[in-house]
């Protein structure tokens, strides 16, 4: 079992992650007030992104030990090399793969 102190402390930090992902509303082009167009992601910032990702889980990992933390890092280590898929669509997966993570640990 996990204490309430440790819980918080990683859930704190897969948030900051999240909120920290590329492509979020703050970054787009508006075109008109009601309208934006979406750009993609870059490499270099996916990947930036994925390295801070990583580190936290393995952080995390070490922190509580809790191995649906590893399940996790291998499935977003599948999703960020999806062929086809663009960056932005990844981004936004892995974001979804972190909210199960932290949602997974607060039921621990």
Same mark, same amino acid.
């Given at each position: ?29 508006y075109?008109y ?8 992601? &870059?490499? *270099?910032?996916?990947?930036?992104? /994925?390295?801070?990702?990583? #580190? $936290?889980?393995?952080?995390?990992? @070490? ?10 890092k291998?499935?977003i280590?599948?999703? &960020?090399? *999806?062929y086809g898929?663009s960056? /932005?669509?990844?981004?936004d #997966? $892995?974001?979804?793969?972190?909210? @199960?993570?932290?949602?997974l640990i607060?039921?621990?």
């Amino acid at each position: 079992m996990i204490n309430y102190q440790s819980k918080q402390i990683v859930i704190d930090a897969l948030i900051k992650v999240i909120n920290a992902a590329p492509g979020l509303y703050s970054q787009r082009k508006y075109l008109y007030p009601q309208t934006y167009q979406s750009s993609d992601v &870059s490499m *270099q910032e996916f990947n930036i992104w /994925m390295d801070y990702a990583n #580190q $936290i889980l393995d952080i995390s990992y @070490n922190h509580i030990g809790y191995n649906a933390i590893l399940t996790t890092k291998i499935t977003i280590g599948q999703l &960020s090399s *999806q062929y086809g898929v663009s960056f /932005m669509q990844r981004v936004d #997966q $892995i974001k979804q793969e972190l909210l @199960n993570l932290a949602q997974l640990i607060l039921q621990y």
